[in-house]
């Protein structure tokens, strides 16, 4: 228990705490607040809103070519969370077995804190029409015609594993960390595989770090935005792209606001199901501590 | 076994890959032993490849920032690109100002409050509490276009003219949950009798606050200030929307030219961000692995 409750004297807790909650409650929780009450409200004329009570944006999102939109968005996420989760595994294996897990942490976080626009311009350079691979391929009289490589799909995925990548290693690092790896000698002493000491062993030991990198890269990827606008074509546009058109050009807040809201939701269920899962591992953990105490 | 739950089907296809007969064990033994160096295993062959991967397109950029000619067919060195960035490029260097200035501001403010916050939170029990504690960990999860558009609405409901005072407001929000988290982080690892002990001997609450608790988290919030002014720095998305007429930051403007005609000066520019992130990245590597873990 923590020893706050022994403090004697007064409480200072709202006096430390209050000035950041505030902030949250104005800044953050009734902007959400408006965005809630807007997405029921009717478009005005140029912008903005009319104080009349309006199901129209959510009429307007289930528009098939919305669905589509959504059905696309869903997939280039699905697949990019999917491709980095299943590189990040072995890394995180890697950089927590490894000795110079510093220098690799190093190695992983200074493209990661690179500004985005530099390393999706670099990218550009490098997949152009213009770009690094097709001069190179066209000067070695590999190619006569340049390769589309840049405003594609493929793109898209390529450009968004390799922002978020990162944020699938890191948690899984920091899980794969505190595994006690003697855990997997003892399985493989019982006789089990190398396959099924890491299925059965490792991978649901570190559950709760996997579900937090699936979290950290599914949500900004589902709310991508700069990467579609510049290396993806005109059919690669996701939900950000659509949301931040019918603010700055449409101009129609009430339906930006209905899909800010679905994203919110899901991104706050998301959220739940992680904190769920770190609670029931730590439960579970102490259940067999207590256990091994017990037997002891 | 019934195969009803998908947990069933996943044991099911593990016990089918394990098929393989179990290596004996003074053989396994054998093995480690002689294996107790960097090797080339499917893991870290693909931790090889990943960095790789990540440093790749960085690795490019900076050889053509040193090109002579504008594309990417090499036409021989030269430091051109720079001059025209560090003498000729006064817009530049104008929003970077800007960005500076709110970085410093932003990441200022997040750290005060973020840290009293995490101090009242750490160490007592009030109203509210939960509620300040969850309402700190949703900004950081939600994508950036979503913040953006709902403080764009919320600085247009108010009629609060967009500009630099936004943008702070903005990135002041966005810096505050890691760093609450961070300095939460460190917190849990005090050794609380220290407070105690000098509250005993008679400090006031001001006394131990400036001359226990600061002292000792403070290497965390020399790390929670300098992670925020990084963020504050890099983001483009959020600043997109708050921003106004007179206000562009070093990314915004990056934006502009890497959508309207690419110039080699934002090659040249890459090198200059890379090198900083590294001093900066340098300057917190005993803190990159509780800053993964708040991640």
């Known amino acids: ?63 098939s070519s919305y669905a589509k939109l959504f059905v696309r968005t869903l997939w280039v ?85 390799y922002m978020y990548l990162p944020y699938a290693i890191l948690p899984i690092f920091t899980a794969m960390d505190k595994f006690d790896f003697s855990l997997l000698e003892a399985a493989r002493d019982l006789g089990a595989t190398k396959p099924q000491s890491m299925f059965k062993v490792l ?24 990467v579609p606008l510049l290396v993806g074509g005109k059919d690669s546009y996701m939900i950000g792209n659509v949301i931040v058109d019918q603010v700055t050009k449409v101009r129609n807040w009430p339906l930006a606001s ?6 919110t939701v899901f991104s706050t269920a998301g959220v739940l199901w992680m904190i769920g899962t770190s609670a029931r591992e730590s439960a579970r953990k102490k259940t067999s501590a207590g256990v091994q105490e017990a037997v002891q | 076994m019934s195969m009803n739950r998908p947990t ?45 991967f990540l440093f790749l397109p960085l690795v490019v950029i900076v050889v053509f920032s040193f090109n ?30 800007n960005s500076l200035i709110i970085a410093l501001a932003s990441a200022g403010t997040a750290t005060v409050l973020g840290t009293l916050a995490a101090i009242g939170v750490n160490w007592y029990r009030f109203k509210f509490r939960t509620y300040i504690q969850t309402i700190s960990f949703l900004p950081m999860i939600l994508p950036e276009v979503i913040l953006g558009i709902s403080m764009l609405i919320f600085f247009s409901a108010v009629n609060l003219p967009l500009g630099m005072m936004t943008i702070y407001i903005a ?35 001001r006394q131990t606050l400036f001359k226990v608790i600061i002292p000792a988290v403070l290497p965390g919030i020399l790390s929670a200030f300098l992670m925020s002014v990084t ?50 990245a340098f300057a917190l590597r005993n803190f990159l692995k509780s800053i993964a873990a708040s991640k």
């Open chain 1, 77 to 161: 996420t699905l697949l990019s969370t999917i491709i980095s989760i299943v590189l990040a595994l072995p890394c995180g294996y890697a950089m927590a077995r490894s000795k110079y897990q510093t220098l690799l942490l190093f190695l992983i976080i200074i493209p990661f804190w690179t500004n985005s626009l530099i390393r999706i311009n670099a990218w550009i350079a490098i997949l152009g029409n213009e770009g690094f691979i097709n001069v190179t391929l066209r000067n070695l009289g590999l190619i006569t015609d340049g390769l589309p490589l840049l405003y594609t799909q493929s793109a898209v995925v390529l450009v968004l594993v």
């Open chain 2, 171 to 205: 990135h002041t929000s966005f810096c505050l949950p890691f760093v609450f988290l961070m300095v939460l982080a460190r917190l849990d690892e005090f050794d609380f009798s220290i407070i105690e002990a000098s509250r005993d001997l008679g400090a006031t609450e």
């Open chain 2, 231 to 280: 963020l504050s720095l890099e983001d483009f998305v959020i600043t997109f929307f708050v921003s106004g007429p007179g206000s562009t930051t070093l990314p915004l403007y990056v934006f502009s030219m890497v959508r309207y005609g690419i110039s080699p000066v934002i090659n040249a520019l890459s090198l200059v961000l890379i090198l900083g992130t590294m001093i900066i």
């Open chain 1, 1 to 63: 228990m923590k020893a706050g409750k022994t403090l004697a004297g007064r409480n200072y807790g709202p006096a430390y705490s209050y000035p950041m909650g505030l902030w949250f409650t104005v800044f953050f929780l009734l902007p959400i607040l408006i965005i809630v009450v807007y997405s029921f409200l009717k478009k005005g004329l140029h912008g903005g809103v009319e104080w009349d009570f309006s199901l129209n944006a959510y009429v307007q999102m289930f528009q």
């Open chain 1, 203 to 226: 991978l649901p030991n570190i559950r709760s770090g996997i579900v937090t990198a699936v979290i950290f890269t599914f949500i900004p990827i589902f709310g991508a935005y700069t």
């Open chain 2, 8 to 52: 069933d089907l996943y044991h099911h296809l593990v016990s089918r890959l394990a098929k393989k007969r179990p290596v004996s064990e003074p053989a396994r033994h054998a093995r480690r032993a002689l294996q107790n160096r960097p090797r080339l295993s499917l893991s870290n062959t693909v931790m090889a490849l990943s960095v790789v």
């Open chain 1, 258 to 263: 209905a899909f800010s809201l679905v994203i």
């Open chain 2, 68 to 97: 002579r000619a504008k594309g990417m067919v090499w036409t021989g060195f030269s430091t051109g690109w720079y001059e025209k960035l560090f003498l000729d490029s006064d817009k530049l260097w104008s929003s970077f100002s």
